[in-house]
């Protein structure tokens, strides 16, 4: 049975049982003990300001278990909604329209039956992370029995009287945590509809195209559908050392650009257990770890990392038999692979579906026919088919044990030792310990392919077009000998064909090292790592320009250790200047052209456009709530981008419109400027800006609105004003909103979980965060907007970490929760 307190021991009132002529007093009644169940989980939960959950616990289980249920309060149907995805059973239970039966086909592919997942996968961890899972699951489940399914939350995410809401077990959010680990790899839009394209051998050859075909295969594929994240949605990260702090500790900036809604946003949490783990930050929803956060010690970060995570083959095969392949000399078989799901259709019942998917030794046939329809066909016009390896497909769940253990970590030795396992998916990795050590590391799950390998594999006719259209992002080898097999290497995880962490580039310093998405190469400016493959940031590469962002960043960490930013005449970095760099909001798109805009104003430009032009010239080129003509700024710099499209580099890469061509030796100040003595370059901002200007009139938004009267997001009626803007125009600060007849309405993602670290002479760590959408998505919770009017008000939150903080900020009771 479950318990939710402590049971107090029971007082037995005693009733005199005797005749009234009889003065004899009663016999002694012994005392009746109360019935104590056995009980196997117990957890501690606590909340402090903004509902910030402290969970407490003495074993793995519990722990979950406190943290599944204080969860589940906040958010159950978002979790709960994407375990039927992950489990692919969406089109099953959600119906066609709702659900997906694409994702539902890879995922049964990938992860086969739960028997087999558990044995493949799941086995494979060590203990306690078994153990964390299971106590998660069993606490939302908890959560669950106790609320009902018919009083769940309602809303855009709520899931009230749902049908599909069931109890699930351990293994369903495992499938879930795997799902995510594939997001920038097998489930992410080009990769998924390339493998779910295949129709099996067609019986016929493509003709060659000729050389006019196959430039459209390369003009194709450089105008693709971007294989990445949405750039908005990247991240950035700051770890500074004691040579550029103030009081000789360090300092973390964590800015993740996740999603604010569904999977990928992030949750507050607090976890302890004494001895072992005492962690605070925040998880991404349904992750029964804290992602990114801080101890005692030390605290990290991530942003999303660009690397390659899989490579196509390209496969020759048997002109006598389409299902075979050469490979070193030999044919081997392609074989089939039947999927079946159940999808619902509208009437009610079931239908069954199958797809067949083809298996190499590499991994699956793909097409990619939504890239150029020269690539559609089994075989393709040069008699091959393309086969898809995905460096995640084995790092799965492994991230769960590498958090725990980086949690755990006493100094920055023990949490660079913890990366040697090499679970992370996808992340450049960040942390800065109190000791004054900032640490930079691009150790993520990376194919073992050397340069010497894509130099000589990437041949052919597809691979080059490829490489070449997509600045190496997409990457084709050739499939027919080992040579071009992916390596191995006895430091790196068993079987796992990745490089080994002591590989990859990696930079420990005094100083700073900071990201905001590009390649490893600027992570110090003054120390850059370079010589490594391609294959390890192929986005801002070594010696190639830096997106706007990258450039604000590291320009302004300079500024502050050098004290001319007007944040604090004193140098150097303190908590309140990370801070206050943080909402500093500048817009340095602005900062690089604008000037030559308004020289275009007064040359005579203002007669086509003079509202823009005086709008723009008494902007303060920033995306503060108040600022007003950022709106104006935006839409130019977003028609400039699209006359430009560079869509797997994100940068403005065309010489004849810079006045200051890029230059590899100055990355942070070059490109600048419009190159105004070309005629063409006037023409195109004259146009581009009046365009800038009727999308704005045609909603009826006014070119000097402040920018809080345009981005907002609503919450129970109420418009709470969000600063900040896009990433792609140089804020540091991104947030990633469309324009449409209100404005930029209800931000889709940009900056999520902020929070600045460090450290003083007392053990206790000292942490300023926010969640900008707030800790729950229940419409009826106090915690369903509070943070987010905090971030408008450019305010933050003292997390709490020791004893007598969290006691001085609990709100409530203590919940004690045992079964």
Known sequence: MFRRSLIAVACVAMVACSDSSDNNPPPPVEPIEPVVPDVTLSAEIRRTEFGIPHIKADDWTSLGYGFGYAYAQDNYCVTRREIVFASGRSAELFGEEEGSVESDFLFRYLNGSKEEFEERFVSQLPQFARDLAEGYARGMNRYLEETGVENLPEGDLGCRNAAWVTPFDATDLFFFLRREALRGSSDQGLV????????????????????????????????????LRNLDQGS???????????????????????????????????????????????????FPFIGIGFNKDVAWTHTVSLANRFSFYELKLNPDNPLQYEFDGELRDIVPQDVTIEVLLPDGTLESRSYTFYESHFGPIVNLKSVSSLLDGWPLFNGSVLAFRDANILTGIRGIQQWITKGQATSLDEYITALDE??????????????????????????????????????????????????????????????????????????????????????????????????????????????????????????????????????????????????????????????????????????????????????????????????????????????RGAQVFNEFWAGIRREFPDPYQSVVANDEFWAVDFDPADPLNTPSGIDLTVEANRNLVTRVLFEATERLATRGLSLDAPWGDLQFLERN?????????????????????????????????????IQAVTWDESDCPIADVVLVPSQSTDPESPHFADQTQLYSDKQWVRFPFCEEDITANQIGETLILEE
């Open 422 to 627: 090499v679970g992370n998916p996808v992340f450049h990795e960040f942390a800065a310990d109190r000791n004054g050590e900032a640490f930079y590391g691009e150790i993520s799950a990376i194919p073992f392919v050397t340069q010497a390998q894509l130099d000589s594999c990437v041949n052919g006719i597809i691979g080059p077009l490829l490489a070449e259209a997509t600045t190496n992002v997409i990457i084709s080898l050739d499939g027919s000998t080992s040579d071009c097999e992916w390596g191995d290497d006895p430091a790196a995880p068993e079987g796992s064909n990745l490089y080994p962490a002591n590989l990859l580039p990696q930079l420990r310093t005094r100083d700073y090292v900071g990201n905001s998405n590009n390649s490893y190469w600027l992570s110090n400016p003054a120390q850059p790592l370079e010589g490594f493959p391609t294959i390890m940031g192929p986005v801002g590469y070594e010696g190639l320009q830096q997106f706007l962002r990258t450039r604000i960043g590291h320009l302004m960490v300079e500024e502050r250790k050098n004290a001319t930013d007007g944040l604090s005449e004193t140098p150097l970095f303190d908590l309140e200047t990370l801070k206050g760099l943080m909402y500093a909001n500048r817009v340095y798109g602005a900062e690089v052209v604008l000037d030559d805009v308004l020289q275009l104003c007064d040359d005579g430009m203002s007669a086509d456009n003079p509202e823009a032009c005086e709008v723009l010239s008494r902007w303060d080129r920033r995306v503060d709530l108040e600022s």
């Open 192 to 227: 998924r509809s390339a493998l779910l394209s295949v129709a099996g051998p067609d019986g016929g050859n493509a003709a060659t195209p000729s050389a006019q075909g196959l430039e459209k295969v390369a003009a194709s594929a450089a105008i693709a559908t971007l294989p």
């Open 236 to 286: 950035n990260a700051l770890a500074i050392g004691s040579e550029s702090t103030q009081n000789g500790s360090g300092l973390l900036l964590g800015n993740p650009h996740q999603p604010w809604f569904g999977a990928g946003a992030w949750y507050q949490a607090h976890l302890t257990l004494p001895g072992e783990y005492d962690v605070a930050g925040a998880a991404l929803h349904g």
């Open 717 to 753: 009626g109420a418009r709470i004003p969000i600063h900040g803007g896009a990433g792609t125009m140089g804020v540091y600060g991104a947030i990633s909103a469309r324009l449409g007849d209100d404005g930029y309405a209800n931000p889709s993602s940009g900056n999520s979980y």
